[in-house]
């Protein structure tokens, strides 16, 4: 029987002094690269608001492969954002539809993700294709005589707490707390404690995640 391959991945070490110049002067040449995205995204903001023109800005920016597709989007977010933090790193495919959002320190936003009016706290994971939209009543629906479009909704900041993972594929709709994993495809419909694993459709908590699973399972 072959032996099943398993690779470690080590810890993200400190960056030394010459690394970390050089990442200074990427930033601000990304800066200087994202100027006539910047340009139009000001003046398509005058007329059509905030919102659409960073909708479509950071649909193109999401194009960008690779590492000097990380650092523009990056200049641009933090110059759009209500908060951007240089340290956080956004992925390619990737657009956000909302400038009141937050990346904060050592955020990491896999490819593909769709976001809205989100707080990512320091060190939150994003894995591929995760969509956090502004809260789970962006369209109101009570109306029978109306259609969807036409009944309006509302905004709502979901905070994802300090250092949670999402995994691929989940749907966060409510808030997650700090530390807590949400298992890839699951979908989050009301707000999850710290520290805990969650999974399913809607998600449900399966256990602490400091807990060991010979107790889980003996508790179930």
Avoid at 58 to 66: A, I, K, V, Y
Avoid at 143 to 161: L, N, Y
Wanted: aromatic share 6%; net charge positive.
């Amino acid at each position: 029987m072959s032996s099943q391959l398993v690779i470690h991945v080590p810890p993200t070490e400190d960056a030394s002094v010459l690394k970390s110049a050089i990442k200074r002067a990427a930033r601000c040449a990304a800066l200087v690269g994202v100027a006539p995205v910047l340009a139009s995204f000001w003046l398509s903001a005058a007329l059509v608001g905030r919102g659409r023109a960073l909708e479509s800005r950071s649909q193109l920016l999401s194009l960008w492969p690779g590492l000097t597709g990380q650092y523009l989007r990056r200049a641009f977010l933090q110059q759009i954002l209500a908060r951007c933090h240089p340290s956080a790193t956004v992925e390619f495919g990737t657009f956000f539809s909302q400038p009141g959002a937050i990346l904060d320190e050592n955020v990491y936003v896999g490819p593909r993700c769709s976001l809205g009016l989100v707080h990512l706290e320091r060190d939150v994971l994003l894995a591929s294709n995760v969509q956090i939209p502004s809260g789970g009543k962006t369209h109101y629906f009570d109306d029978p005589s109306k259609p969807i479009r036409e009944q309006g909704g509302e905004r709502k900041m979901v905070t994802i707490g300090a250092g949670a993972w999402i995994g691929t594929g989940a749907i966060i709709l409510a808030g997650v707390g700090r530390g807590t994993i949400v298992a890839a495809g699951s979908v989050v419909t009301k707000p999850l404690p710290d520290n805990v694993i969650a999974a399913g459709v809607p998600a449900k908590v399966i256990r602490n995640r400091f807990e060991s699973v010979e107790t889980s399972a003996s508790d179930a």
